[in-house]
């Protein structure tokens, strides 16, 4: 035996033979698995409502298209948005079709206009006479300068859900509120101490200063704004810092009406089972979330719509999002377009949603679709989808700003520190407040400024 | 005349020279490829403005230029170091205390409390986590209802997640790590001479005397590498506040209170797409730490001349 190969041989003592073993089993084992062929145009989405929903039409679609079979996978929401993300910066694969929430989708928008990784769907909408039978505020949140970038699955018009229960056995009639100052007025007499121990229980509305997107909304309602129409920031316009200066005397001092039952927890639930808080910013999707999760509340509550800031005023905001997205890099970018139109345009799929969810459809020719007429126990009978239809063309318009997200979490810190400037120094009145609001919103203001100024991309000309 | 002494027949290796590359080879292309290629990369990115990898701009260093002026990078490195004192401050004595009374020969059931202060750390970090989040929470969290069942003048309402937000995070950390350091601290305390501590006893030290003249010095070098941990650790918070206040709709906890950082770190490049920056922020943390780490060596060896 040669030398070399014999001091080769010396190599090989048993445990690196195991080693090379279980090198040579694992491949064998990886190359023998089956891997499932792929169909070509796969479909993401991370809501599984939508997925029982979407199902029957799938199927359908895929025996109607050989050629254009559809996949759909359920995928967590944080892993949606990490693989949509490194798609579009590093070119990893992405779905072809893809339900995209709304903290995601700004974030695509951060780059050129051109560099977004979604198809512009501007030009498609047009031509096809889809634009106009879309609800005009619901596509703010998927418009970056000026470029439609999905189609919306909703509207999420948002409503004021009340315990019925509490507010019939104190005799309280809720057609005397039309603003927010009737709203707790009417109902001050539910703000009680209901364990005797001299500290007020019940509140009369679920809200928080550490809770962003609540801010937002009423914000919204108000007509107020953190980003302008060319999605610039704009906390220190005037009107901002007097919605803010109200909204923290609803927190805290004399005037104080809220308590914060966090939706997403069980135990935040439960005091709203308990009567703690009478009401709750309902978007419809939390109508159907508590039919879903909250069985207990069935004919104890009913919806009407939000109080307004002023007689007269807006009677809805809205709340949360989802888009439907066509990914550019796709190899069946017709496919997608057809498929995409399918299961949202469709009557049928807008019936099974609603149902299911409570969600409406974005789509004015579905709105007559005599399932949102259906009286629904839940709330005490009301025909909850016709209720949250007629709000709908009155949603207030969104920004689709990447730093939406970081803005509005600026937005409650405002709140928060205006919330304890007024603890500290005892101040009741939103007069009282509007100068130290001013102050912390155009700190705010200057920040944003700043950040957004560094983004070469955004500032760039179009 | 002495003859030459011939040379010893060189015998051949047992393994050919290229052996030991071979077997280290797998590791170093992990390192190569995980470690020392992205962190070479960061340090590009952090001089870059970038969309991806074929959307870039040169900055230079306007990234650095831009955190020296950050408000929120520096009340995010102020929230970190407060975390860090409060929690090396108090963690530290805890988990001494801890393995002192476990020390002592006369205890019994030493294993059983051994495992009870081990016991959290056995517990993920994110289970923890929302475990902490549900006790704060107010009227329903465990904390308020207890308190308030004992003493009725405790507000069920009080708000730890809104206003106590350092102390309720510092407390979770206690509550996760101390049992943890506890067991370097035991093993430390096992290795003091017996001899050592009987000697200066028969000289006529008392117990504290002992500790801080014997038992304190012998164990020196591994709390000085557990105050490196907990310091690093603390540094690097992050999965602790992001999952305890994440449910609020702001993970950086009212008025940016809990935010760390590396959540900021995760903010800028994860939530503003923001890269660059995000690199300049992880480079700054990454020198902050060699700092820390150096400075406790040059004191360790310091104290050993």
Known sequence: MPARLRRLLTFGSPGVALIALLAAAAALILWLVPVAPREPTQFWIFAKQHQAVYRDLLVRWNRAHPGGHVEMSLVNGAVLDQRLLSGFLTGTPVADVMEVERSIAGRAFTGPIADVGFVDLTERLQAEGLLDGINRPSLSPWTSRGHIFGIPHDVHPVMLMYRADLVEAAGIDVRQIETWDDYFRVMAPLRQDLDGDGRVDRDLLNYSAADPYGTEVLLLQAGGAIFDAAERPCFDRPGNAAILARLATWLTGSHRVSRFADINTASGQQLIVDGLVVGVMAPDWLAGTFKQQIPGLAGKVRLMPLPAWQRGGRRTSVFGGTMLALAKTSRTPEVNWEFAKAIYLSREMATALYRSTCIISPFKANWSDPAYDEPDPYFRGQPVGRLYVGLAPHVPERTSSPFNMLATRRLANCLTALVAYAEDRRVDEPAALEAEAQRQLAAAQREFTALIARNVFLSAPP | ?305
């Not at chain 2, 989040?133 to 004992?150: C, I, K």
């Not at chain 2, 370097?184 to 006529?204: K, R, W």
């Not at chain 2, 950086?252 to 797409?273: C, E, H, I, K, W």
């Open chain 2, 1 to 305: 005349m002495t003859p030459p002494v011939p040379a010893a027949p060189r015998s051949a290796p047992p393994f050919p020279r290229w052996a030991p590359w071979f077997f280290v080879a797998p590791w170093l292309l992990g390192f190569a490829t995980f470690v020392a290629w992205p962190l070479g990369r960061s340090l590009v990115l952090s001089c870059l403005q970038t969309y991806g990898p074929g959307t870039t701009v040169y900055v230079g260093l306007a990234n650095f230029r831009y955190l020296l002026h950050d408000e929120l990078f520096w009340k995010a490195l102020a929230n970190t170091v407060r975390f860090t004192l409060g929690c090396v401050g108090v963690q530290l004595p805890v988990a001494l205390g801890l393995a002192l009374l476990l020390n002592r020969p006369s205890l019994r059931g030493r294993a059983w409390f051994r495992l009870v202060f081990f016991a959290p750390s056995l517990v993920g970090l994110a289970f923890a986590a929302l475990l902490v989040a549900l006790m704060f929470e107010r009227r329903t969290g465990l904390v308020d209802a207890g308190l308030h069942s004992l003493f009725s003048s405790w507000d069920p309402d009080f708000p730890w997640l809104e206003q106590y937000v350092m102390t309720a995070l510092i407390l979770a950390a206690v509550w996760l790590y101390a049992g943890f350091n506890m067991v370097y601290f035991l093993a430390a305390l096992q290795g003091v001479s017996p001899e050592l501590l009987e000697a200066a006893a028969i000289d006529g030290a008392g117990p504290w005397q002992r500790f801080w003249h014997v038992t304190l010095p012998e164990i020196r070098p591994v709390a000085g590498l557990v105050v490196l941990m907990s310091v690093a650790g603390s540094f690097q918070l992050f999965e602790l506040p992001y999952l305890m206040f994440n449910t609020t709709g702001d993970p950086a906890g009212p008025d940016n209170s809990a935010l760390t950082v590396v959540m900021y770190l995760y903010q800028m490049g994860f939530l503003s797409g923001d890269l660059g920056y995000a690199s300049a922020i992880g480079w700054v943390l990454a020198v902050l730490l060699i700092s820390l780490a150096l400075l406790q060596r040059w004191l360790a060896r310091r104290e050993e001349y």
